[in-house]
T-cell receptor, first 112, second 114 residues
Framework: QKEVEQNSGPLSVPEGAIASLNCTYS??????FFWYRQYSGKSPELIMF????GDKEDGRFTAQLNKASQYVSLLIRDSQPSDSATYLC????????????FGKGTLLTVNP | GAVVSQHPSRVICKSGTSVKIECRSL??????MFWYRQFPKQSLMLMAT?????????EQGVEKDKFLINHASLTLSTLTVTSAHPEDSSFYIC??????????FGPGTRLLVL
């Protein structure tokens, strides 16, 4: 059974701080990794994806991947109250139908 | 780009009736569409994967006769919940993909079965 684990939180950070969200996965064959943000009552929206080991930066967001440790993280710099949401980690093992396995999400609260 | 719509956004129905939910990719052709269900404070659970013109692939435990999926074109997939019961009340979300793995989600449909 492929599993994706996330700390459910809540993770509270003050405005302007760096928020660090972590995710581990069980399937060593996983190839692609995604971070989605989900506001309460809304559907997920894609923040970014990463395929290769190392860091990938997009604005205030940085995704970090370490396949040897089966670990992926998302850093949010200069956190804003509008970043308060549940962050979902999703993992794909490739294949012909590109299914994603989602973690349960980490609730982030950014305090003004 | 990569906009996905769903209709209706919210539906309330009586137990025993059927409900159809539409998922459309508005500005791209979706080679694959996915249907998820999310219960309160739970993560997304994949129900089925559909490719245009072929039968949907259902996840283990999902009844294909109860959740009918039709992927009629590269921009439209429908999910019909047949003979809905209160335990089917949930947040149903579709996603669409055109480039392989990246999925773009629709806004979701909240179903309440009385």
């Amino acid at each position: 059974q492929k599993e994706v684990e996330q700390n459910s939180g809540p993770l509270s950070v003050p405005e302007g701080a760096i928020a660090s969200l972590n995710c581990t996965y069980s399937d060593r064959g996983s190839q692609s990794f995604f971070w989605y943000r989900q506001y309460s009552g809304k559907s997920p929206e894609l923040i970014m994806f990463i395929y290769s080991n190392g860091d990938k930066e997009d604005g205030r967001f940085t995704a970090q991947l370490n396949k040897a440790s089966q670990y992926v993280s998302l850093l949010i710099r200069d956190s804003q109250p509008s970043d308060s949401a549940t962050y979902l980690c999703a993992v794909s093992s490739g294949g012909s139908n590109y299914k994603l396995t989602f973690g349960k999400g980490t609730l982030l609260t950014v305090n003004p | 780009g990569a906009v996905v719509s769903q209709h209706p956004s919210r539906v309330i129905c009586k137990s025993g009736t059927s409900v159809k939910i539409e998922c459309r990719s508005l500005d791209f052709q979706a080679t694959t569409m996915f249907w998820y269900r999310q219960f309160p404070k739970q993560s997304l659970m994949l129900m089925a994967t559909s490719n245009e013109g072929s039968k949907a692939t259902y996840e283990q435990g999902v009844e294909k006769d109860k959740f009918l999926i039709n992927h009629a074109s590269l921009t439209l997939s429908t999910l019909t919940v047949t003979s809905a019961h209160p335990e089917d009340s949930s947040f149903y979300i579709c996603s669409a993909s055109y480039s392989g793995e990246t999925q773009y989600f629709g806004p979701g449909t909240r179903l309440l079965v009385l």
